[in-house]
């Protein structure tokens, strides 16, 4: 199971929950798509910024040598 798999499970189980709750009458299939929503954009950034908490920027001199491997910061893939 690759990351797209897991998110689209999540969005899934999101939009399952959020019918359940319709059906109950406690809230409107609209204030579901925007709680759905908020969170599609909320949950990334959070992740993000948890992710980064407590790195430290390498210094230039170190960056600049050839035997000393990189992380993407977009990817996260190690290139040496």
């Keep these: ?3 797209d798999t897991i998110w689209q499970i999540i969005r ?3 939009i399952a929950a959020g019918s359940f709750v319709v059906g109950k009458g406690y809230i409107t299939s609209d204030q579901v798509t925007t709680i759905i929503g908020a969170v599609g954009a909320v949950f990334p950034i959070a992740w993000g910024l948890y992710v980064k908490a407590n ?3 390498v210094p230039a001199s ?5 035997d000393v491997p ?3 910061a977009a ?3 190690i290139q040496k």
């Design 75 to 77: 990817t996260g893939s």
């Design 1 to 3: 199971m690759n990351q």
């Design 12 to 14: 899934y189980a999101l």
């Design 62 to 66: 170190t960056a600049a040598r050839s």
């Design 55 to 57: 790195t430290k920027a």
């Design 70 to 72: 990189t992380v993407s």
